[in-house]
């Protein structure tokens, strides 16, 4: 089949698509970006070897290059490397030419467009440091050719002679003494001069100043609210209100704080970091039911408190006297029940719960609608009860012997 497809080839001859046009840019216009695999590096954080790349910029008037080695190619790095990067020449250049990858573009895109495929979190960089970003098309390497040779001058020049498997803090550290030593001082193939000399005198005064304020790396991501009002990032569930449940939202996270957008309306924001589970806004939950997801005696007994000694001794009566049916349940329902009523009425409900023995939610319901809570509690009981002697048998026993007797009978007349 290759045999074949390159007599095709032969056969129609040199087409006008084939020319490589050379591109000339003046200095502080652009810079290409892209990463390269060199091998296994140890981290030292994580105690073991991992997989490592080399991220690359290189400017296209000068050839100065700025090179640094990472162990993945999130979106969080991939802008925390760019603001390194110009942070390193001292200034950012007006346009920047990436490559395809899923940090700087989500989904191929070209021309005027509302959504152009950028990563979101990568249009904000730019925005912040005032750069235009033009994708390289697909399949296409010769149009970033610049960061290419970049890219394989470094793996050929400083990493082929290194061993694998090296600590990444000293790697990086060689690294950045190579770039001035080394990589700076060489004489470029293409333009004939010295880069850093050339970067120095002719392009680091045409780049763009940096802006006042650093740069904290942005996550963008979608996600849909679920039936329990959370969203889901990274691993941990945030809150988002309640009225917007099954939608999908956007996610703006920075390292301090999370932001929940839904239709470009920001709705909710979250510390980034929680001591529990979950991030939750009480206020994200129904208030007919935002309760109900405290499940210790504790809180309950202490919003019992709050209404009167009464109430929260009814409370903690509930679940020390509760067997294999937790209390829990009739203990929320009647707590929130008495909140609505004044204190005073609250309490006075619970006493005479405690002395007549009720512990269920519709007993004290009726208490409060019938105002029983107004009359006296009675001293003792107020009916007086018989008491059963054995000179007073009960009203409808009969003695032994006539039980008896008529057994006998029945018998005698089956026979």
Known sequence: MKRFCAR???????????????????????????????GKLYDPDAGVLRKAWVFVMVLGYSRHQYAQV??????????????????????????????????????LAFGHVADNGIQRGYRELARHYGFKIDPTPPRD??????VEAGVKYVSGNFFAPRDEGEDVTFVNSALKTWLTDVAGQRKHGSTGLKPLESFEQEEKAMLKALPPLGWAPVTW??????????LLFENRPYSAPWQHMGKTAWVKATADALVIYVDDERVRTHPRRGTGPRSTNDADLPASRRDYRHRGRSYWQDRGRVLGVDVEAWVADMFEHATELSPLRAVQQVVTLLETYPRDRANAACRRAMRFDIRNYREIKKILVEALDFEALPDRLPIDLPVATTADPPRFARPLSQLLASIQKVNHDLH
Do not use: M, S
């Not at 390497?141 to 610049?146: A, I, L, M, Q, V």
């Not at 991501?221 to 009002?229: G, L, P, R, S, W």
């Open 70 to 107: 990472v162990f993945d190619q999130k979106a969080e790095t991939w802008q925390r490397l760019h603001a390194q990067a110009f942070a390193y020449f001292g200034g950012v250049p007006k346009t920047i030419v990436p490559d395809n990858l899923k940090a700087a573009v989500v989904r």
């Open 8 to 38: 095709l080839r032969r056969a129609e001859g040199v087409k006008p698509e084939d020319v490589a046009i050379p591109v000339d840019t003046a200095p502080g216009e652009v810079a290409q970006v892209d990463f390269g695999y060199v």
């Open 221 to 230: 991501k979608q996600a849909k609210i679920h039936t329990d009002c959370h």
């Open 141 to 146: 390497p010769e149009k970033k050719g610049k």
